[in-house]
T-cell receptor, first 113, second 110 residues
């Protein structure tokens, strides 16, 4: 499974756009990139997943360059409730695999008023 | 819709006592199931995963074990708890590329 590297922490203010970048230099051809959000004393929650280019949902956008060696999670107009730990994970897709995910330390995002 | 249950929510156990944490999933069939542990202020560590009944894979050597007696039931056990077993235990399931986590069990070993 590909190893990921992301900043340990980030600070932002309410209403700003936040971009969290993750490096995954040894990503495999069949790997997908997935981001999770975790609040204290709760399990992680799926945010977004992508394979290449750009993916957008009601919560965030995910930008993946052509070489797929990095990805950027973009949170538009953050609020205080977006303060959480954000994990970037890389793993194989498909329903026939084990679906194993290796979580790193994540990025602790602190949103200030 | 799919739902995942874990119990108990919190648990305080003395060193050397046994442990049994249960996880059940509703609304899906033949899911992959996972047990994770999260120490205070740390990331999640994958402990076990299962792709079917009776099929358990261990990710790290430890004094914990897991069993899957039914399709949607996953149990984490220990015969004798250690202080280092304290942490937040999370069960998760997946049927494709996304994992869905339960509410977790906060275990304190004293």
């Amino acid at each position: 499974l590909a190893k990921t590297t992301q900043p340990i922490s980030m600070d932002s203010y309410e209403g700003q756009e936040v971009n969290i970048t993750c490096s995954h230099n040894n990503i495999a051809t069949n790997d997908y990139i997935t981001w999770y959000q975790q609040f204290p004393s709760q399990g992680p929650r799926f945010i977004i997943q992508g394979y290449k280019t750009k993916v957008t949902n009601e919560v965030a956008s995910l930008f993946i360059p052509a070489d797929r060696k990095s990805s950027t999670l973009s949170l538009p107009r953050v609020s205080l409730s977006d303060t959480a730990v954000y994990y970037c994970l890389v793993g194989p897709g498909g329903s026939s695999n084990t679906g194993k995910l290796i979580f790193g330390q994540g990025t602790t995002l602190q949103v200030k008023p | 819709s799919q739902t995942i249950h874990q119990w108990p929510a919190t648990l305080v156990q003395p060193v050397g006592s046994p442990l049994s944490l249960e996880c059940t999933v509703e609304g899906t069939s033949n899911p992959n199931l996972y047990w994770y542990r999260q120490a205070a202020g740390r990331g999640l560590q994958l402990l076990f995963y299962s792709v079917g009944i009776g099929q358990i894979s261990s990710e790290v050597p430890q004094n914990l074990s897991a069993s899957r007696p039914q399709d949607r039931q996953f149990i984490l056990s220990s015969k004798k708890l250690l202080l280092s077993d304290s942490g937040f235990y999370l069960c998760a399931w997946s049927v494709s590329r996304e994992q869905y986590f339960g509410p977790g069990t906060r275990l304190t070993v004293t």
